[in-house]
């Protein structure tokens, strides 16, 4: 489902956030991303999104090469992605509903299934009673429950996650993992850049590990090695 | 959160595979949602949407309103042109009967309205009685006014009546004709100064305006950063992103053009009284013309357009450096 093939990238002052990665992750599997911060994670989220280009390699998503994707076919792309971000990235000014049904909106769906979808993702995330509340008057954890509910309310064949647990207690990151878990379990891949090793490795499954841009426990990669 | 429930929610449809009737009902939808937030946004903030639909709404009156006043000058003219009369001076020896014969047979012309004789002997006793002065005409000899024929002239451009003017000066009878269009040429020539001049101006105001809202939309992309790059995020597109700066654009124009079509009317309804009352003392039926239903639709629609203008521009060049980072 993605696969980088001897991916780097090298920012404009030559500090290399990835180095001749290469992996593959299979339809309907969890795969935990770690390394320090700086050591590439974020980066390596940010290509699959088409935030960023890389400066040499291969990265293909759902078969598709995505050094072919123009400016324009960006869109379409991450709307077959759900994000879940560090910061949470939520409309601050909109109530809950209108964050979680902005990818809805985008795709074009009608009102009456926008309706009924919100209302099953926030369902699933345990805030169908905050539908009308304002971001700011949530927890930290609730707003991330709000940005995942966003990041799944598309059916979205890809779930990518950005330190989703980052600032959450022990408690509450583990009840939102299992989120995650459950929904690899219905055919998604899901792939999260965490720092959290207690939490992660409680859950056995696969571990890309991230040390100044180079994958040091490549389980499998496309080259057998 | 229990896997049941994530089981329902996916699998079945992906956005992609979303009918076209559906979609196009989602358009539809996100249109007239996007509409109706920017609006509410604009109105979160009436003084300053006031000041922007003010500034707007003058730079639209300013030469609407004078392009009325130049349209009610040019119909003024065009009353004015009616008594454009040709006065026909007949040779000193010409008789009086003939002078009446020759006044019918120019009547049955097709491009003379009417033709008046007045006897020289009449004219001089109407000269004597306006000008007071008697004394003088007592003291001449004999009468030197010829006989006259006033022609009420049925042309109305310059060039047919110059052309009837030489005909009849042509007439073996006739001593001279005068057409006295010179003031009339004097008159056209500065309308047409003053329409070109209104034309400059309006084209000038018209950038302002489109500047104006341009500038007025990059303020809204740029307080509207955070949303734009989230927008982007989840896969918004261009157009998405786009379509509620453009109807903020629409709101700022659609309100200038309605503030305009008012500030003309409210000048029209100012002048009116004064004009009319200066038209009743040359006892001339010429009214004050308003801009009129239909015309102040359009001015309220050329806001809009010029709104959409502006918006454009500042989408065109700013939303495109806002990407995710």
Known sequence: MISFERVSKRYDNSHDALREVSFSIDQEELVFLTGHSGAGKSTLLRLIMLMERPSRGRVVVAGADLGKFRRGSIPR???????????????????????VALPLQIAGFEYRDINRRVNAALDKVGLLDRVQAMPLSLSGGEQQRVGIA???????????ADEPTGNLDPELSAEIMQLFVDFSRVGVTVLIASHDLALISRLRHRILTLKEGRLVSPAISIDGA | MAPKAAKASAGNARPRQIRWAQRWRGWRRHHSQSAADSLAKVLQQPVSSAMTWLVIGIAIALPTGLWVVLDNLSQLSGQLDRPAQLSVFLQMDAQAQDARSLALTLAQRDDIHSATFIDRDQALTEFVQRSGMGELAQGLAENPLPH???????????????????????????????LDTLWLQRLQSLMTLGRRAVQLLAALLLAAVVLVLGNTIRLAIESRRDEIVIVKLVGGTDAFVRRPLLYTGLWFGLGGGVVAAILVALGTLLLAAPVNALSGAYQSSFMLQGLGLVNSLQLVLLGALLGLAGAWLAVARHLKAIEPR
């Open chain 1, 150 to 160: 966003r990041a799944v309310v598309g059916r979205p064949s890809i779930l990518l």
């Open chain 1, 77 to 99: 792309h991450r709307q077959s992605i759900g994000v879940v971000f560090q910061n949470h990235k939520l409309l601050m000014d909109r109530p809950v509903f209108d964050n």
């Open chain 2, 148 to 178: 006259l024929l006033l022609i009420d002239p049925v042309a109305a451009s310059p060039d047919t009546l110059a052309a009837l003017r030489g005909e009849l000066e042509a007439l073996p009878e006739v001593q001279e004709a005068l």
